[in-house]
């Protein structure tokens, strides 16, 4: 379910966070990794706009955050619907 529902509808959390949200916000570089490589949308956002980069940036996960950046598939310019990140 993880490796393949990323943003699919059927396996996004309350929120709108799909795996990939919760690998980079509880820090698990590894998993973030492995996510990436089966195809997960780097910049999945959850109902606020947050990104899986957002998430690792704020909780202060670099090995994540530079996993996200450096597969190039989080956008680094990406904008969010909150005010307190």
Avoid: W
Avoid at 30 to 55: D, F, I, V
Avoid at 68 to 74: Q, S
């Amino acid at each position: 379910m993880l490796i393949y529902g990323f943003c699919g509808d059927d396996f996004i959390a309350q929120g709108g966070f799909s795996a990939l949200h919760i690998a980079a916000e509880e820090g698990h570089v590894h998993l973030t990794s492995l996510l990436l490589q089966r195809g997960a949308p780097g910049n999945c956002q959850s109902h606020n706009g947050l990104a899986p980069l957002h998430l690792a940036a704020q909780e202060d996960y670099l090995p994540v955050a530079r996993t996200l950046v450096e597969t190039g598939r989080a956008r680094v310019d990406a904008t969010t619907k909150v005010s307190h990140l």
